[in-house]
T-cell receptor
Framework: DGGITQSPKYLFRKEGQNVTLSCEQN?????MYWYRQDPGQGLRLIYY???????QKGDIAEGYSVSREKKESFPLTVTSAQKNPTAFYLC???????????FGPGTRLLVL | GESVGLHLPTLSVQEGDNSIINCAYS??????FIWYKQESGKGPQFIID?????DKRQGQRVTVLLNKTVKHLSLQIAATQPGDSAVYFC??????????FGAGTTVTVRA
């Protein structure tokens, strides 16, 4: 998993609750990303950050929020506005534009 | 819709044979392509990449071929092993940092 850690491995959310997924990298990469993966499907981009204190919406940002206060950390909050949060969430990082993205082990979010 | 797609959702291959996984893309402006391998319950693992100024690139037991004329990408795995069983994704970049992924091909290796 190349120096990218995600926690927890499994996360349970109750109705109306916000939950935060952790992503940390020690690769000294500038860019970080969050993807969502549903069964039998490819990855869809939620948010990405090219540099500290800056981030952009991806294709499915509604119901999610992020922060990038430190280069090595890019936490994702799944808010209560996300009505279908059950999925496998993957964090990735890269050394910049048009460079390979390396993925963490993922967090599986389930709704109680 | 997706700009990247794989021709077959599943591929069954005999151990020791060569595997070929195909991928079609629709954006002629794409200039960087990556193949990933994802095992069940894990994050995607980088296999090999290729830039649009190349037609072929080889790694350890893997070869990626790029045909820009027909917008086609393939991954060849030589002497397929049981550990090669996984879902394989191709991805392309055509908009700075964003990668576009296909739905993936599930490869099953028969003993």
């Amino acid at each position: 998993d190349g120096g990218i850690t995600q926690s927890p491995k499994y996360l349970f959310r109750k109705e109306g609750q916000n939950v935060t997924l952790s992503c940390e990298q020690n690769l000294n990469h500038d860019a970080m990303y969050w993807y969502r993966q549903d069964p039998g499907q490819g990855l869809r981009l939620i948010y990405y950050s090219q540099i500290v204190n800056d981030f952009q919406k991806g294709d499915i940002a509604e119901g999610y929020s992020v922060s990038r206060e430190k280069k090595e950390s890019f936490p994702l909050t799944v808010t209560s506005a996300q009505k279908n949060p059950t999925a496998f969430y993957l964090c990735a990082s890269s050394n910049g534009n048009f460079e390979t993205q390396y993925f963490g082990p993922g967090t599986r979010l389930l709704v109680l | 819709g997706e700009s990247v797609g794989l021709h077959l959702p599943t591929l069954s291959v005999q151990e020791g044979d060569n595997s070929i996984i195909n991928c079609a893309y629709s954006n002629s402006a794409s200039d960087y392509f990556i193949w990933y391998k994802q095992e069940s319950g894990k994050g995607p693992q980088f296999i090999i990449d290729i830039r649009s100024n190349m037609d072929k690139r080889q790694g350890q037991r893997v070869t990626v071929l790029l045909n820009k004329t027909v917008k086609h990408l393939s991954l060849q795995i030589a002497a397929t092993q049981p550990g090669d069983s996984a879902v394989y994704f191709c991805a392309e970049t055509f908009n700075d940092y964003k990668l576009s992924f296909g739905a993936g091909t599930t490869v099953t290796v028969r003993a």
